[in-house]
């Protein structure tokens, strides 16, 4: 009977069984800047921060006091 040689350790074991797969990211597109970023997730578009169409945070505003 065939033995091996070393001890297959249980991550990689498991590693070896799983079913599951890497998907792709799903990418959403900004209805007002038309920006491709991650869905949930905020984004920056010409120093402004948006989120479901809607400004955050904007650092331009910022930058022109300082100047």
């Known amino acids: 009977m065939a ?3 070393r001890k ?3 991550t990689r074991r498991d590693k070896r069984r799983t079913h ?3 998907t792709t990211p799903q990418i959403a597109t900004c209805p ?3 920006e491709a970023h991650l869905y949930h997730r905020a984004h920056w ?3 402004k921060l948006y989120y479901r ?3 955050l945070v904007d650092t331009t505003v910022a930058e022109e006091d300082a100047a």
């Open 32 to 34: 007002t800047t038309g």
């Open 20 to 22: 599951y797969k890497a």
């Open 8 to 10: 297959i350790s249980r």
């Open 45 to 47: 578009h010409e120093g």
């Open 3 to 5: 033995h091996p040689k």
């Open 53 to 55: 169409g809607q400004v």
